[in-house]
């Protein structure tokens, strides 16, 4: 039972666009999400995080929406560089401190 | 400063080997993570650490796995009689209270594979 999904396993856009990663999740107790980046053989690299009590959080080019109603949260890069391909966890955190991870979204950023 | 680092970042095992795998945590950070990403997958929770206290271990997959922080900073994953199934990346992450909205900093990780 995956508590954290992010359904589309890959994902390309053209640099300069929108992207724009999904994740939905069934737990409505988890308290804070986040995302986190991660480029092959380096540990995942913390990117945004949100608190459950607001609905979006925006950091430069990111920015992370929830939608706890639709148990549903998206991150937006806007512009997409090349250099942000990579591949994208979405997780969220239960009242055990714990993270829970998606199974990424992996993002390519073409010219 | 110093992130979390890990070693070593890729150790092979033959099946029935005892392996050990370090950490050195964020120096100063209360909070210590195990996580397994096996291959195609996200991370998933193995242990968690505050000080030398292990406060969960709800997620290790069999008494073969063993954690440790005896001095409330660097910390070891053993896996005794590894399996083949035990071959994934071992990520350890640290924060520094483990509690709120922290954030966790992740190692490298270390790729355990397993003939």
């Known amino acids: 039972d995956q508590q954290v999904k992010q359904n589309s396993p890959s994902l390309s856009v053209q640099e300069g666009r929108i992207s724009i990663l999904n994740c939905d999740y069934t737990?409505?107790?988890?308290?804070?999400f986040l995302w986190y980046k991660k480029y092959p053989a380096e540990g995942p690299t913390f990117l945004i995080s949100?608190?459950?009590?607001?609905d979006k959080n925006e950091d430069g080019r990111f920015t992370v929406f929830l939608n706890k109603s639709a148990k549903h949260l998206s991150l937006h890069i806007v512009p997409s560089q090349p250099g942000d391909s990579a591949v994208y966890f979405c997780?969220?955190?239960?009242?055990?401190?714990?993270?829970?991870f998606g199974t990424g979204t992996r993002l390519q950023v073409f010219p | 400063g110093a992130g979390v680092s890990q070693s070593p970042r890729y150790k092979v095992a033959k099946r029935g080997q005892d392996v050990a795998l370090r950490c050195d945590p964020i120096?100063?950070?209360?909070?210590l993570f195990w996580y397994q990403q096996a291959l195609g997958q996200g991370p998933e929770f193995l242990t968690y650490?505050?000080?030398?206290?292990?406060?969960?271990k709800s997620g290790l997959p069999s008494d073969r796995f063993f954690a440790e922080r005896p001095e409330g900073s660097v910390s070891t994953l053993k896996i005794q009689r590894t399996q083949q199934e035990d071959s994934a990346v071992y990520l350890c992450?640290?924060?520094?209270?483990?509690?709120?909205?922290?954030?966790?900093?992740f190692g490298p990780g270390t790729r355990l594979t397993v003939l």
């Open positions: 992450a640290s924060s520094l209270t483990g509690t709120g909205s922290d954030t966790q900093y």
């Open positions: 737990n409505s107790m988890f308290d804070y």
């Open positions: 949100i608190s459950s009590i607001k």
């Open positions: 997780a969220a955190r239960d009242n055990t401190d714990k993270l829970i």
């Open positions: 120096s100063g950070h209360v909070s």
């Open positions: 650490f505050q000080n030398e206290a292990q406060l969960d």
